[in-house]
């Protein structure tokens, strides 16, 4: 699932839980996150493990996946 959040309230990371638990969604990637230095606990969404993250207040990106997905186990990520 890839979502421009346009910033990452608690209440948009629950409606992505909910739709990644309803359609089985292994991967997330965001975009314009607005999250910065001193709220990067925002960038958690319960269920899903951060692979790669760019902190910025008026930008900012994360990518996750499912800690239970079969799918991606066993694959190392390279972030460059």
Known sequence: MQINV???SAAKRHIMQSLAEIHHI???CLQETY???DKSDRLTISGFDIISYTLHAKHGRAIMFAATSLMLRGFVVSVL
Do not use: A, R, S, Y
Request: charged letters at 35%.
């Open 35 to 37: 999250v910065n230095d």
């Open 26 to 28: 292994d991967v997330i």
């Open 6 to 8: 346009e910033g990452l």
